[in-house]
Structures are given as C-alpha cells and as structure tokens.
C-alpha cells in the first residue's frame, strides 16, 4: 500500500469547506487542504439525475490517517452521503512527503 494519498471531498458551499478544513488541520488528519471552487457536479440521486454547485476539497494525508479522517468527515459533513475518494501517491518530492508526514503525525 502508498503511504500517502489525496482525498477528495465535494461540499455544497466555501464555507462549509473552509470549517471543515480548520478542523481537519487542528487535528492533524491531513497537512494541506486546497479548496476549488466553481465545481458543477452531475450525479444520479434517490433514482434521478440531479445536478449541484459545488467545491472540492483536494487532502493531503497519510494512508495510515485515511481511516480517521474518513470517519471525521461523515460526522461533520452536512451531506448524508458525502463524496470521499482515496487515490495513492506514487511519486512525489520527498521534501514535501516529508512534510505531510511530519504534520499528520498523531498528537
């Protein structure tokens, strides 16, 4: 298994984000968040297809922080069904892996 991945999470406003990313980063579940803005989401939903205005939020974590931070943002996510999608990091500057270990370190 990688030993970090990027998470993505879709929420239906900035500032739900935003609270979202605060406490993500007070708890040392991920070491950068970067929120996008401007995403339009198609999706199907209780047996149609709907649509929504959304942001991403794009995590950068350990895969061994995944299972917490998963479960973080079910609790305090507004949706019932939030989008949260792992993908593994194969490559990347080991200064910068370096730093999202340091920072996702359990306090």
């Not at 996008?36 to 989401?41: A, D, L, R, T």
Request: glycine share 4%; aromatic share 8%; hydrophobic share 40%.
């Amino acid at each position: 298994m990688e030993r970090y991945v990027i998470v993505y999470v879709t929420c239906p406003s900035a500032n739900e984000a935003e609270i979202l990313t605060q406490q993500i980063l007070q708890e040392h579940l991920a070491a950068c968040v970067n929120i996008v803005s401007g995403i339009n989401s198609f999706y199907h939903w209780q047996g149609r297809i709907d649509q929504a205005a959304e942001v991403m939020m794009i995590i950068k974590t350990k895969t061994d922080r995944l299972k917490e931070l998963t479960n973080f943002v079910q609790m305090h996510h507004s949706y019932d069904v939030p989008e949260i999608i792992a993908l593994p990091v194969i490559g990347g500057s080991d200064e910068y892996l370096s730093w999202i270990n340091a920072e996702t370190e359990e306090r």
